[in-house]
């Protein structure tokens, strides 16, 4: 499976899916990464990693759509089968989106349907919930929704701030981007409706 993963900045998610990859018996190979912002460090860990790298900035472009058009050129060029995205900071058009239909997936930190959207480590605080984590989940339309693949939660502590959390949920990002990415890569996902079956191994 060729991946292409769409970053926007520090890219600690990309590392782990790198690090993943590195495996040779791992079942995906990631053969471009591309930014929309120029020098991130997210495009310093691809150059590290040997894959490349590229900016297509936004701001190129007259609209949302010419600018996923470009990427999608890209992408296309590299022969990209599946397109993560990793801390990729634009929302997607529904273009975008029907093009990629079920070949475009997304980390969020939360336990989605939970806090969609930005900040969501402080406005898990102010809920006072006890559990929160990070959701992997195919993209739809609307901003962080579609099915989801994995989630891994972890604890709110006291005096947790939204950092201390963040930092705790990274940590399990970083396990469950590569898990994932496995179960796909191995043909072990079927979408049933809206919802994902996992086939074989210790989440069936
Ligand atoms: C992660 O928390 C990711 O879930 C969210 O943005 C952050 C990106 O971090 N969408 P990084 O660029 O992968 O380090």
Known sequence: LRVGVLVSGRGSNLQALLDA??????????VLVLSNIAGVQALQRAAAAGVPGETISHRAYPSREAFERALTETLEAAGVDLVCQAGFMRIVT????????????????SLLPAFPGLDTHARALAAGVKLHGCSVHYVRTEVDSG????QAAVPVLAGDDPDRLAARV?????RLYPHCLRLLAEGRLTLEGERVRVDGGRDD
């Open 147 to 150: 099915p989801i693949i994995g």
């Open 94 to 109: 529904p273009w975008f989106v029907d093009h990629w239909r079920d070949r475009l997936i997304n980390i969020h930190p």
């Open 21 to 30: 990859a590195a495996d040779p018996a791992f079942p995906a190979e990631i």
């Open 170 to 174: 990274l940590e399990a990002e970083h």
